[in-house]
């Protein structure tokens, strides 16, 4: 059975940095567009970045461009979104999700993906 688990968030500073990592156990990820998405209190959950299955096309949200990188390595069976020059509106409960489709196109819509991991708290606050 396929799980996803999100790791990395914690407590930052404005200014400061995190990588978030998910990791995939059950299946393999590498035919598989993935998606980040994040839900702060109080707000719908909205998609941050995806990356599709070899890591060839990436999208990312207008609130992230030039501050975050998704990547994947495909041997490790793991995507990863670094997060640079955090803000406190970054804070928000980040998810990662495997789209419903193989070799699908990256996407920022939360129907594209069926998959979801448990989600990691990231913090933005001095």
């Known amino acids: 059975q396929l799980q996803l688990v999100e790791s990395g968030g914690g407590l930052v500073q404005p200014g400061g940095s995190l990588r978030l990592s998910c990791a995939a156990s059950?299946?393999?990820?590498?035919?598989?567009?993935i998606g980040w998405f994040r839900q702060a209190p109080g707000k719908e959950r909205e998609g941050v970045s995806s990356i599709s299955h070899r890591g060839a096309w990436t999208n990312y949200a207008d609130s992230v461009k030039g501050r975050f990188t998704i990547s994947r390595d495909n041997a490790k069976n793991t995507v990863y979104l670094q997060m640079n020059s955090l803000k406190p509106d970054d804070t928000a409960v980040y998810y990662c999700?495997?789209?419903?489709?193989?070799?699908?196109?990256?996407?920022?819509?939360?129907?594209?993906?069926?998959?979801w991991g448990q989600g990691t708290q990231v913090t933005v606050s001095s």
């Open positions: 059950g299946v393999t990820l590498d035919d598989y567009a």
């Open positions: 999700a495997r789209s419903r489709r193989r070799q699908s196109l990256p996407s920022l819509f939360m129907n594209e993906y069926d998959y």
